[in-house]
Nanobody, 116 residues
Framework: QVQLVESGGGLVQAGGSLRLSCAYS????????MGWYRQAPEKQRELVAL???????KYADSVKGRFTISRDNANNTVYLQMNSLKPEDTAVYYC??????????WGKGTLVTVSS
């Protein structure tokens, strides 16, 4: 059974940094991409950052230049380094792994709260 476990969320002041980690266990065949999404209260879930097998990255415009996604294939882990955090970054952050067959695997989420 596949499990994705996020860690690293918490409370931080505006301008601060956090590093999220997501490790998955179990077998996921033909991974296409790993990424981070977030959902703020009363808003839809949105893509934050994505990294493909070819290490191509994609970022939401709102986080470009502040967030960096990376992956450690040997340890089945994806990271999100978040710098210069803003109150509008406050959300539950979800890890996602997607395969070539269109199957999406999700973590349960980790809360990031940025105080002003």
């Amino acid at each position: 059974q596949v499990q994705l476990v996020e860690s690293g969320g918490g409370l931080v002041q505006a301008g601060g940094s956090l590093r999220l980690s997501c490790a998955y266990s179990g077998r996921i065949y033909s991974i296409n991409a790993m990424g981070w999404y977030r959902q703020a209260p009363e808003k839809q879930r949105e893509l934050v950052a994505l990294i493909t097998n070819g290490v191509t990255t994609k970022y939401a415009d709102s986080v470009k230049g502040r967030f960096t996604i990376s992956r450690d294939n040997a340890n089945n882990t994806v990271y999100l380094q978040m710098n210069s955090l803003k109150p509008e970054d406050t959300a539950v952050y979800y890890c996602n792994v997607r395969n070539w067959y269109g199957t999406n695997y999700w973590g349960k989420g980790t809360l990031v709260t940025v105080s002003s």
